[in-house]
């Protein structure tokens, strides 16, 4: 059902919202600036709010001009989530897009439908929601403004603006305008940008007021009624990444990353922003619960893509953290043939899909984070033969993944890119993680006339360098899991083969890190970075306090919290980061690790509170088990968790990994209890965390 309306029909707005007068935004005739007599627009002007709910009525967003300025509004059963907020653009000539706008047409409609993911959290995704285009105008130039499409869902919404430009003309985007408003006394959850080490930052936790400029997922807690918001984006395409700025008390203004010419964003002709998101849940787990950010990106564009694989792997990765190994070639050279045999046949002897190998290429020697341009990617080290390795591979059942490392230097990748997989594709190499180690706002790119200019990782240019990457790697049936990466927006949606990236602060800061991750760090992630999506964090160390229990380096998790971040943290490709022979050492809590998927038919979050703990649920796909885990932060707690996600009259039994009764993060991180039982779904779980700990349950189905 489409409805046009040059005016708000009264019935139609009763139908989708009710608003209350005394809320509202001033009505014609109280003192908003009208246009001149003479303005093209003056006789299409919408004086009322043009608002429309969400599927269960709860949500809603309106807008209007406030004397030519645009304004929204979002509301939860009558109360502000974001108070009146801007809209507009800002471009370096052709004038702003911020005043002198008019609301002068609208269109709705709305949506009921469901599609299937090819690997996630779930197999079927449900897409209900409705949408209402806007469209704003200038008083002295009809041609001129934009349109504000929204979607909204019952759990958030999600708006761009779509410009009408006219073919051949080009916009230098500076800035949006776009800004949320809520109280300054929202608890929220940040990390900084616009510093050097990109997304990977320990969460503050912080009064809104106190909030600088922050990346998204951007989560906050409303005030009054504890409402849960998260701010963040979805398709990011050929646009800058935004990040929020808190420019006026209690007001976060988008802002776009800038290119080196100081233009954030090139564009020509017509063209639409990524969408802006407000997710909107009244308990915390209900914003994991969402799948608003995958349903605002387009359908996968690739195809069959049925050589995407989903799996857990092994690597010598963590070797070069705790310097048993280097990246660099010599007497600690990881990326040996040997090493590679030796890493091959653990993975095939105890089920891992595949072993990543860092370091096998040309270019590792000597500084290798400020020399980009001396990096080879087809070219290995004498010690490492790639086509001995992959034949080797595949007699055992397994797979070799691949590496690229390119300092930030995009231009030397992408001129090498091709050939690069062309390589990995001739030895059956079908899944790559890249690596962009540099700080924020120094990727290096060599423009046309031979100069360096320097990019955002979440720049306009890297964002399309992502994209290209991707779609090179698509053609030769190659998978991307990149690090240091722009951030996850849900194109993993349109380009099934981004399968995993990282853009968080991970596993090595515990071997590094001053200080290492705290222990309320993976229980915060789940409803900040995870909320994005699928993230590569490396769980799964075994050795916790691998330079001594007093220093400053170790892991501030027990041992069977490790094992739960299986399921707490999504990835479709999980490492077991840890060195084998931990493993050997600890076969009990491996098996854990042995048995847990990385591919599922449905995912629920069952309990927590941001930064405090969590509670997940999910169930294999394609098979009956489900697996749960549960995390908490640096205090001790028991959580009661129902079983009632089971299917009713079937009975399982529960493989319990939990913390035993001594465990502490700091004084005992080891104590593991393991257990057996038979539940169903009328069963409650009772399980104690110790602080800094978790439990990790596998529920095998007995039919």
């Known amino acids: 059902m489409i409805l046009r309306q040059p005016r708000f029909a009264a019935g139609l707005a009763v139908a989708l919202l009710t608003l209350a007068a005394c809320n509202a935004p001033p009505a014609r005739g109280q003192d908003q600036s009208l246009p001149g007599p003479d303005s093209p627009i003056l006789a299409d002007i919408i004086a009322e709010p043009v608002a429309i709910a969400s599927p269960d009525g709860r949500l809603s967003i309106e807008f209007w001009s406030e004397a030519g300025l645009p304004r929204y509004r979002v509301r939860r059963d009558g109360e502000d989530v974001i ?46 929601h409705n949408e209402l285009r806007v469209s704003f105008r200038h008083e002295d130039d009809a041609d001129r403004g934009f349109d504000v499409r929204v979607r909204i869902f019952d759990d958030g919404l999600g708006f761009r603006y779509e410009v009408p430009v006219p073919d051949g003309e080009h916009r230098a985007i500076v800035d949006e305008v776009t800004s949320f408003a809520m109280p300054q006394d929202s608890e929220t959850w940040w990390t900084p940008a616009a510093d050097y080490n990109r997304y990977e930052y320990v969460y503050r936790t912080t009064p809104l007021i106190e909030v600088d400029t922050a990346h998204t997922p951007f989560t906050a807690r409303l005030p009054d009624d504890g409402v849960h918001v998260a701010i963040h984006e979805a398709a990011l395409v050929d646009y800058s990444g935004m990040r929020l700025d808190q420019q006026r008390e209690g007001v976060l203004t988008a802002e776009l990353a800038p290119g080196p010419d100081g233009i954030a964003v090139h564009k020509d002709g017509a063209f639409t922003t990524p969408w802006r998101t407000i997710q909107v849940a009244e308990e915390a ?46 007497p600690m050279h990881g990326a040996t043939t040997d090493n590679a045999i030796e890493y091959l046949d653990f993975a095939a002897d105890n089920g891992f899909a595949g072993v990543l190998i860092e370091g096998w290429n040309i270019g590792w020697d000597g500084d290798w984070f400020n020399n980009g341009a001396l990096f080879s990617f087809t070219e290995s080290y004498p010690d490492f033969d790639i086509e001995a390795v992959t034949d080797y591979a595949r007699t055992r059942g397994v797979r070799l993944i691949g590496h690229h490392e390119t300092s930030g230097h995009l231009t030397n990748y992408e001129n090498q890119m ?31 006339t031979g100069e360096e200019r320097h990019e955002w990782h979440y720049g306009q240019y890297a964002v399309n360098h992502h994209i290209r990457v991707l779609e090179a790697a698509a053609a030769r049936h190659i998978s991307i899991n990149p690090h240091e990466p722009v951030k996850d927006t849900g194109l993993r949606r349109t380009y099934p083969n981004w399968i995993s990236r990282e853009g968080v602060r991970g596993q090595e800061f515990n071997a590094w890190g001053v200080p290492p991750n705290p222990p309320e760090h993976t229980a915060m992630l789940a409803f900040t970075r995870m909320l994005a999506g699928p993230a590569d ?127 502490h993060w700091h004084d005992n991180p080891y104590d593991v209890a393991i257990e057996s039982r038979e539940v169903d779904a009328g069963t409650t779980l009772e399980l104690w965390l110790a602080a800094g700990g978790g439990a990790a349950v596998r529920l095998v189905s007995s039919e």
Do not use: C
């Not at 619960?289 to 195809?303: R, T």
């Not at 062309?422 to 060599?446: H, M, P, S």
């Open 285 to 330: 787990v209900g914003l994991i619960n969402s799948d608003l950010i995958l349903n605002l990106n387009e359908p996968n564009v690739l195809g069959d893509v049925s050589w995407v694989e989903p799996g857990k792997y092994i690597g010598i990765w963590w070797g070069m953290h705790i310097n048993t190994m280097t990246w660099g070639s010599g």
């Open 418 to 448: 091709e050939d690069a997989f062309d390589l990995y594709e001739r030895v059956g190499v079908t899944q790559v993680k890249t690596g962009y180690v540099a700080d924020a706002g120094n990727l290096i790119r060599i423009d046309e």
């Open 537 to 663: 964090f490396t769980p799964g160390i075994f050795d916790l306090t691998f330079n001594g229990p007093d220093s400053p380096n170790r892991v501030q998790t027990t041992l069977a919290r490790q094992l739960a971040l299986y399921v707490v943290l999504y990835s479709p490709i999980q490492m077991a980061a840890d060195l084998p022979e931990n493993y050997v050492a600890n076969p009990e809590p491996f098996q854990f690790i042995r048995d847990v998927p990385t591919d599922w038919e449905e995912s629920i979050a069952l309990q927590g509170d941001v930064g405090d703990f969590i509670v997940t649920a999910r169930q294999e796909r394609g098979g009956a088990d489900w697996y749960l885990g549960a995390a908490t932060d640096e205090a001790e707690r028991t959580v009661t968790v129902p079983l009632d996600f089971l299917e009713p009259g079937r009975n399982y039994t529960a493989q319990i990994y939990r913390d035993g009764p001594d465990a």
């Open 83 to 128: 108070s009146p907020s801007m809209l507009g653009l800002r471009f370096a000539v052709a004038g702003n897009l911020e005043r002198q706008l008019w609301l002068v047409d609208s269109e709705m409609s709305g949506s009921q439908s469901s599609w299937e993911l090819p690997w996630g959290e779930r197999r079927v995704v449900e897409d209900h």
